[in-house]
């Protein structure tokens, strides 16, 4: 089904198929090799909207790149690169490791130059998406009063569930890093980071100003819910956010900041809606109090990680906790924040942000 179905990636416009072999088994960088004949196929048809400089000596074209991924360029021994400037006839400088600066293809011909900058951008995104999340844009929901209905939640839950198979203390959230999130963001360099912020910007600009009127938006954090199927073995159990006044302000606001980021390359799509919750348990808490959930899916050189977690029974919780109230909130910023880090009031370092009024 996958051959039949394979996964597309969008460049400059246009849309290629990328070749599932080698995928599922990548880990190290040593693999580069095997895996650029699998994603060959799909970089064969060239794309015409990069900007290529005609020079004395030819034909020349530059890619942004952030340092961390020139190693997949380059690949085992430099073969990667020596493949593709003989089956393009091009020239690919690239700047040295922890140098940052631009990757620079020169070549006789034009439609060489082209093919070498397409297949080079199917690299990058590829081996981007082997990355794990660095930052992640979010709400934060650290005032006062909700962080205090949230440890009466987890008092009154352990002192009425705790003979509840895997319910304990390690699994709840820390009350100071409650949080809606919207996105998941792969951050390489200071200049993706500060690309972030002018994007976040843009938004706030061009229709958070317009939706929230120049005033923080007013929710209220009430209900739970869990993620999986079975309310006998839970792995997160979430709190539900909504507007006070009824309205769906906060799912407009959110899910147009998601569309915009998704367009610029920024987050890889992979719904349309944003599904707003806060965690509040989380059994990966339960071995690492500073899991992330979900998102722990690969170290840095590409290794899976496997998170084991101990599911816990969560139906009395959902019964008797369904309609628990964690308080209202006035949501006056969007954060760019920094993935196991903390701030000096405890939540998580931000990296930029916008205000609503």
């Known amino acids: 089904m996958e051959v039949l179905r394979p996964q597309l990636v969008r460049i400059g416009g246009r849309i290629y198929r990328k070749n599932p072999i080698q995928e599922q088994t990548y880990q190290h960088e040593e693999e580069d090799e095997d895996f650029y004949q699998g994603f060959m196929e799909c970089a064969e048809e060239p794309c015409d909207a990069y900007e290529v400089v005609q020079t004395q000596q030819g034909f020349r074209c530059t890619v942004k790149a952030p340092s961390l991924l020139y190693k997949h360029i380059v690949g085992k021994r430099g073969d990667t690169r020596k493949k593709l400037e003989v089956e393009t006839k091009t020239s690919i400088s690239i700047p040295k490791p922890g140098q940052e600066g631009e990757i620079v293809i020169t070549g006789q011909h034009r439609s060489g130059v082209i093919s070498a900058r397409t297949r080079i951008d199917v ?70 980071i500060q690309q972030t912020c002018e994007m976040l910007q843009q938004c706030k600009e061009e229709f958070i100003d317009d939706i929230c009127g120049g005033k923080p938006l007013e929710v209220e954090m009430a209900g739970i819910e869990y993620m999986n199927d079975d309310p006998g073995m839970v792995d997160v159990l979430y709190a539900k956010v909504h507007m006070k006044d009824g309205s769906n302000r906060l799912q407009e606001l959110v899910d147009r900041v998601l569309e915009r980021f998704q367009a610029s390359g920024l987050i890889v799509k992979e719904w349309n809606s944003v599904k707003l919750h806060a965690t509040v348990m989380n059994t990966l808490f339960r071995k690492d109090p500073n899991a992330e959930g979900r998102y722990n899916l690969y170290t840095a050189d590409g290794k899976y990680i496997f998170k084991e977690r101990e599911s816990f029974d969560g139906r009395n919780i959902l019964k008797l906790f369904e309609n628990f109230y964690f308080g209202t909130l006035k949501l006056n910023s969007i954060h760019i924040s920094q993935r196991f880090t903390v701030d000096s009031f405890g939540n998580y370092a931000s990296c930029g942000q916008v205000y609503f009024s």
Do not use: Y
């Not at 929901?141 to 440890?151: A, D, H, K, T």
């Not at 304990?168 to 100071?176: L, W």
């Open 123 to 192: 690299l990058l995104l590829t081996f981007r998406r082997k990355q794990p999340f660095t930052h992640f844009l979010a709400f934060f929901l650290n005032e006062v009063e909700v962080q205090e209905r949230f440890l009466k939640f987890q008092e009154e839950v352990l002192q009425k569930c705790s003979m509840d198979h895997g319910v304990d203390s390690t699994i709840f959230q820390n009350p100071k890093k409650l949080h809606l999130t919207i996105g998941m963001l792969v951050l390489l360099s200071e200049q993706e």
